[in-house]
T-cell receptor, first 113, second 112 residues
């Protein structure tokens, strides 16, 4: 998992605050995916990005959530006005090409007080 | 919506026993990945199967992709305590595009 770097590993926010989760893909990988793992549930797809483009955001909640993958720097998953139900582990994965296996980071565990 | 049903959800066995984990779907996938996840960490890729009927072996682990590319199995021979963990299957391609559709996971405990 060392290849895909996510930070922070743990994030605590109060209701109404903003959460920013960062993901640096493996070297040479230009495809980034975000997944969410709710307590006692499986991993669910959120969004798929390539550099500067959102390819598939069918798993993203319609409000408060956004993602970007700028030309320079890490991919960012942003959650505005967080609520208790946003508490989960958020995982980022990357792949070199679109049909290649995805490799995961160790996740960011978000807790909402 | 594509779904992957993984069974069993929980499995507790003695060291040395064999076990099989199943992953079934009514949908066709282009490929299927098996991951293992430890507490507090992300899923680690074990294997990718692509061709219908494909069998891959990784030491004591044998992975099979169904002929119709709708199901897969993971068989562990002579399980060891170090095999304890959460095993996840994930399908890619088909109607889902490149996103991964995950099964619910099998939590395996191997007792010494």
């Amino acid at each position: 998992n060392a290849g895909v770097m996510q930070n922070p590993r743990h994030l605590v926010r109060r209701r109404g605050q903003e959460a920013r989760l960062r993901c640096s893909p493996m070297k040479g990988h230009s495809h980034v995916y975000w997944y969410r793992q709710l307590p006692e549930e499986g991993l669910k797809f959120m969004v798929y990005l390539q550099k500067e483009n959102i390819i598939d955001e069918s798993g993203m909640p319609k409000e408060r959530f956004s993602a970007e993958f700028p030309k320079e720097g890490p991919s960012i998953l942003r959650i505005q006005q967080v609520v208790r139900g946003d508490s989960a582990a958020y995982f980022c994965a990357s792949s070199r090409w679109v049909d290649q296996p995805q490799h995961f980071g160790d996740g960011t565990r978000l807790s909402i007080l | 919506t594509q779904l992957l049903e993984q069974s069993p959800q929980f499995l507790s066995i003695q060291e040395g026993e064999n076990l099989t984990v199943y992953c079934n779907s009514s949908s066709v996938f282009s490929s299927l990945q098996w991951y293992r996840q430890e507490p507090g960490e992300g899923p680690v890729l074990l294997v990718t199967v692509v061709t219908g009927g494909e069998v891959k072996k990784l030491k004591r682990l044998t992975f099979q992709f169904g002929d119709a590319r709708k199901d897969s199995s993971l068989h562990i021979t002579a399980a060891q305590p170090g095999d304890t963990g959460l095993y996840l299957c994930a399908g890619a391609g088909g109607n889902a595009g490149n996103m991964l559709t995950f099964g619910g996971g099998t939590r395996l405990m191997v007792k010494p």
